[in-house]
């Protein structure tokens, strides 16, 4: 099937994916309405925190802003995995698979390896989020938004590491 430049079906069943602009509006949409109505920045990382402070007792999320302010953030995330779960019974279902592709095919680790790899780089995201001092969507969608130079730094950092890890990847080892 030959799609215009910058447009590839989406994996559930071939569908094609609404317009990039349209996304584009939407989240510009988001953070001005984010920032005119409650003052804050959505961001994933946060909201993440704020599902952990539900039931930890560790002091950073015992923090009031993660207590008091956020609540609305948990009905987002839920919201978000609402949404990919109706997107799926639209599209006409969704099959997990144990897939990895190149993973699969050049590594080969079997499934206590995908686990390890994911886990692995799950702990380093983590790491770099909060090192980071906030996920890519907070930085690149309302850092950026705001002007916030320390935004700029990491969305930059962001893109250089990506494409360079890329490059390697799929350059050099595989």
Known sequence: MDLPFGTMPLILNDMQPLHWALSGAILGGITVLLMATLNTQLGLSTTFANFCALGSDLPYFRRSSLRVGGRWRLWFALGLVGAGVLSAVLGGGWTPTWNLG???????????????????????????????????????????????????????SFMVVGIVTANVLYRVIF
């Open 102 to 156: 190149l993973f699969d095919t050049q590594v080969g680790w079997g499934p206590m390896g995908k686990v390890a790899w994911m886990f692995g780089g799950g702990v380093l995201i983590g790491l770099g989020t909060r090192t980071g001092g906030g996920c890519t969507s907070g930085h690149g969608l309302f850092g950026l938004a705001t002007l916030q130079w320390a935004s700029l730094r990491a969305v930059l």
